[in-house]
């Protein structure tokens, strides 16, 4: 199914204040199933796209349209990215591979054998064997709930996959803005935010990497603003932020 069309599934349902099994047992059909269409991993038959049209009040065109043009198979440029995984250059692409990267104007797609990650306009989608997890401006979304607090999976915290997050978005500002310098950079606020969630869990400061926060705060204003002087005086905070919070 086409990303467009998958994520107006998702706009429509939650529009219409449905979770992911609310709209399964209006359909009879099972969650995952909808969780499919919604990830374009799979595509409604006739029946559940006129269901679908009458349940959201609307035609079975607006229900299908896009904007996308079709490209031919073989304008598609595939670029090797090591062993694994091809970024696909072109609009429509059918991903028929175990793990692949999407790059297209509808967002960026990862799959890999232990889930996929699309970020998109309407917010990020994380999915694995167990969970389903969708982010917007409307909040947090577990297996179609949204969630409150703490995220418990199993009787343990979710670890959000910061690291793939990081990889996706650095992907996007290289190929649709041309920043693979300093976009780099991103990759160092991986174990920043890993080791903020630390201190806030417990409760310390001190676990805060604050070091690798202020190399970053260099860096980036030196990349960005030529500012390397005086920004060097950001060291200089290091022996204090320990003095205070140890």
Not at 28 to 50: C, F, H, Y
Not at 51 to 65: G, N, P, T
Not at 87 to 100: C, F, K, M, R, T
Not at 125 to 148: F, L, P, Q, R
């Amino acid at each position: 199914m086409n990303i467009e069309i998958a994520n107006r599934l998702v706009t429509l349902r939650k529009e219409n204040n449905l979770s992911q099994e609310a709209l399964a047992e209006k359909l009879g059909i099972s969650r995952q199933a909808v969780s499919k269409w919604e990830r374009a991993e799979a595509s409604p038959d006739t029946d559940n796209l006129i269901l679908l049209a009458r349940l959201y009040q609307v035609s079975l065109d607006d229900l299908l349209k896009t904007d996308d043009d079709i490209i031919p198979k073989e304008e598609i440029v595939e670029i090797q990215v090591g062993d694994h995984e091809k970024i696909n250059q072109a609009e429509e692409v059918e991903p028929g591979s175990e793990e692949y990267v999407h790059v297209g104007f509808q967002g960026i797609h990862v799959k890999d054998k232990d889930g996929e990650v699309h970020v998109g306009w309407n917010g990020i989608h994380v999915t694995d064997s167990t969970d389903d997890v969708h982010i917007d401006k409307n909040g947090v979304y577990v297996n179609g709930e949204k969630a409150k607090g703490h995220i418990f999976v199993h009787g343990k915290k979710t670890e959000f996959p910061l690291g793939l997050i990081a990889l996706v978005i650095y992907i996007v500002i290289g190929c649709v803005f041309g920043m693979w310098h300093p976009g780099w950079l991103i990759f160092l606020l991986v174990p920043i935010i890993g080791s903020a969630i630390q201190a806030v869990r417990k409760k310390r400061l001190s676990c805060f990497c604050y070091p690798l926060l202020v190399i970053f705060v260099f860096l980036f204003a030196g990349f960005v603003y030529s500012a390397w002087h005086p920004m060097w005086v950001v060291f200089l905070t290091i022996p204090v932020y320990y003095e205070l919070f140890n």
